[in-house]
T-cell receptor, first 115, second 112 residues
Framework: NAGVTQTPKFQVLKTGQSMTLQCAQD?????MYWYRQDPGMGLRLIYY???????DKGEVPNGYNVSRLNKREFSLRLESAAPSQTSVYFC??????????????FGPGTRLTVT | SQQGEEDPQALSIQEGENATMNCSYK?????LQWYRQNSGRGLVHLIL?????REKHSGRLRVTLDTSKKSSSLLITASRAADTASYFC????????????FGSGTRLSIRP
């Protein structure tokens, strides 16, 4: 039981390049989330998926797109990377659709640098 | 926009002492959660306290919630070196129970 897994662990991109961050959970959870964490800061929600087939914007969605591929997988895409997107990205999941009522399970993070 | 804000931003104490962190929030909530993050790692859930609860314990952790003051505190008793980490509170997003909003955290350092 791996919990929440993320790939890659590290990535360096040049401005304008695109990439997809992958996230998968094996806990049969309904809801999944993508956050970014900048140095010395808390987490900010980028997008979330309350259930399979639905996605919604969080606090900082600009420059990102997401796909809830199936119940297990939730990917985050940067179409044209910018230096302001340099951050650590965390994926999380919760059992139910009402995320505030459940603990969130986090992946180990992807450290992204955009030059 | 931040819903929960922790205080202090940083705290350094001697091993064996108790550590207290506070969280204030702005709008009414259903639940409040506390998480720990060790350096370079993902967040780990510590405690969830519901709006109708006033206090909750888990091992050396004690969380209180005062909804009239819109505040919560996390107490770690008999601190250990392994407690060195950042601690975050998280509350319901305003008008949505589908997501939570994290504060900016308290960095706790335990001196040997």
């Amino acid at each position: 039981n791996a919990g929440v897994t993320q790939t890659p662990k590290f990535q360096v991109l040049k401005t304008g390049q695109s990439m997809t961050l992958q996230c998968a959970q094996d806990m049969n959870h309904n809801s999944m989330y993508w956050y970014r964490q900048d140095p010395g800061m808390g987490l900010r929600l980028i997008y979330y998926s309350a259930s399979e087939g639905t996605t919604d914007k969080g606090e900082v969605p600009n420059g990102y797109n997401v796909s809830r591929l199936n119940k297990r997988e939730f990917s985050l895409r940067l179409e044209s990377a910018a230096p302001s997107q340099t951050s650590v990205y965390f994926c999380a999941s919760t059992p139910g659709a009402r995320g505030a009522f459940y603990e969130q399970y986090f992946g180990p993070g992807t450290r992204l640098t955009v030059t | 926009s931040q819903q929960g804000e922790e205080d202090p931003q940083a705290l350094s104490i001697q091993e064996g002492e108790n550590a207290t962190m506070n969280c204030s929030y702005k709008t009414s909530i259903n639940n409040l959660q506390w998480y720990r993050q060790n350096s370079g790692r993902g967040l780990v859930h510590l405690i969830l306290i519901r709006s109708n609860e006033r206090e909750k314990h888990s091992g050396r952790l004690r969380v209180t919630l005062d909804t009239s003051k819109k505040s919560s505190s996390l107490l770690i008793t008999a601190s250990r070196a392994a407690d060195t980490a950042s601690y975050f509170c998280a509350t319901d997003a305003p008008s949505s129970a589908s997501k939570i909003i994290f504060g900016s955290g308290t960095r706790l350092s335990i001196r040997p």
